[in-house]
């Protein structure tokens, strides 16, 4: 007997509704097996319940699904940002709360953020053209709600006590992002090493966070 998942076939204009399916069953597939290897147009196929040629009509090849696939993580890391710090006001609580909602993502869903970070290509700029604009890269929306943080934390007293560095906002969204980034990829593959406290580390690390005002 197969094991394949049958669906009802779309209505006309319901193709956007297969898309969202076919990645929704490609991510499921990621997670299933924790590697992009198992991201293949036969399994997406049969994991959807739908047949393989029916995938052209929304993704050229397993790239584009993959590409996909990373486009949604991003976004679902973006939506954990907004969503954890939605109705806070204190700037110095507003950052710690991104930094732990940054952390919480990489932890809970460590497949999809490996993928998205390391797959190749993630980086570049999803518009042509010689100039990078940070809109149009993958996960750029995440990122300038950290920069937005940093700038709102280094005007309050707390982080201009008399120590304020001179680096920018973005610099210092930065430096923070690499940390944050280096602590949820180290810890996950070098479990053994005796990593501090992830509050302890947070505190060091944004007391190092001094942007100038």
Request: net charge negative; charged share 25%.
């Amino acid at each position: 007997m197969s094991s394949e998942t049958h669906r009802t076939r779309n209505r006309r204009g319901e193709g956007s509704r297969l898309r969202g399916e076919i990645i929704a069953a490609a991510t499921a597939l990621l997670e299933q097996a924790g590697s992009e290897d198992a991201i293949t147009l036969r399994g997406v196929a049969r994991q959807a319940g739908v047949s393989a040629p029916s995938i052209y009509a929304h993704f050229a090849d397993r790239e584009e699904i993959i590409g996909a696939v990373v486009a949604r993580a991003f976004a679902e890391l973006d939506e954990a940002l907004v969503t954890t710090v939605e109705g806070e006001t204190d700037p110095a609580r507003r950052l710690w709360k991104l930094c732990e909602a940054y952390l919480d993502f990489a932890e809970g869903k460590p497949h999809r953020y490996r993928v998205a970070f390391g797959r190749h290509g993630t980086a570049d700029p999803t518009t042509t053209g010689s100039a990078t604009r940070l809109e149009d890269l993958s996960g750029g929306r995440a990122f300038t709600r950290l920069i937005e943080a940093v700038a709102d934390y280094g005007k309050t007293d707390r982080a201009n006590d008399g120590t304020a560095g001179s680096q920018s906002p973005q610099v210092a969204a930065t430096a923070l992002w690499v940390a944050l980034h280096g602590y949820a990829s180290l810890t996950a593959s070098v479990p053994l090493f005796p990593w501090p406290d992830r509050r302890e580390m947070l505190s060091t690390l944004l007391a190092s966070i001094t942007p100038a005002p």
